[in-house]
């Protein structure tokens, strides 16, 4: 991941919430990843993503920023769950759109960024609450990624 174009991006001071800026066309919107443990043995932490309200400082998983720097803002993440898994460890990472559109569309960007996503992580995908090493062309309700 370390290839790929991102952004530069703050940690707050657990390491479980993290932002940084979109820059685009339509402007310059702030962006909030947040980890929240919800599973342990194994232990999964859930990946929140998306537009940071400005209003209650919340995340908003259903703007549409439509800013044309998806894979730059799909490589930021990556480079929090690589931060985030210094300070707690190589744990499970599970992530799922907020509508399945939006889960396709994480889907083809892992599948466009495979080749560079699978040198630092496992990817798997849970389809019909079954988990399989990820594949492309395969449509998957979620997914669950480890760093190596």
């Given at each position: 991941?370390?290839?790929?174009?991102?952004?530069?991006?703050?940690?707050?001071?657990?390491?479980?919430?993290?932002?940084?800026?979109?820059?685009?066309?339509?402007?310059?919107?702030?962006?909030?990843?947040?980890?929240?443990?919800?599973?342990?043995?194994?232990?999964?932490?859930?990946?929140?993503?998306?537009?940071?309200s400005s209003v209650d400082g919340e995340i908003d998983d259903k703007a549409?920023?439509?800013?044309?720097?998806?894979?730059?803002?799909?490589?930021?993440?990556?480079?929090?769950?690589?931060?985030?898994?210094?300070?707690?460890?190589?744990?499970?990472?599970?992530?799922?759109?907020?509508?399945?559109?939006?889960?396709?569309?994480?889907?083809?960007?892992?599948?466009?960024?495979?080749?560079?996503?699978?040198?630092?992580?496992?990817?798997?995908?849970?389809?019909?609450?079954?988990?399989?090493?990820?594949?492309?062309?395969?449509?998957?309700?979620?997914?669950?990624?480890?760093?190596?």
């Amino acid at each position: 991941m370390m290839h790929l174009e991102s952004y530069d991006y703050k940690a707050g001071k657990d390491f479980q919430e993290f932002s940084f800026y979109s820059e685009g066309p339509n402007g310059k919107i702030k962006k909030k990843i947040i980890y929240s443990k919800f599973q342990d043995d194994p232990t999964i932490y859930n990946l929140a993503f998306g537009d940071e309200s400005s209003v209650d400082g919340e995340i908003d998983d259903k703007a549409v920023t439509d800013n044309k720097d998806r894979d730059i803002v799909l490589a930021t993440v990556a480079k929090t769950i690589n931060n985030f898994c210094d300070h707690f460890g190589n744990h499970l990472i599970y992530a799922k759109g907020s509508t399945p559109a939006r889960t396709r569309l994480y889907q083809m960007s892992i599948s466009r960024l495979y080749a560079e996503i699978s040198m630092d992580f496992d990817v798997f995908g849970i389809k019909d609450n079954e988990l399989y090493t990820f594949q492309n062309n395969v449509n998957y309700d979620s997914f669950l990624i480890k760093r190596k």
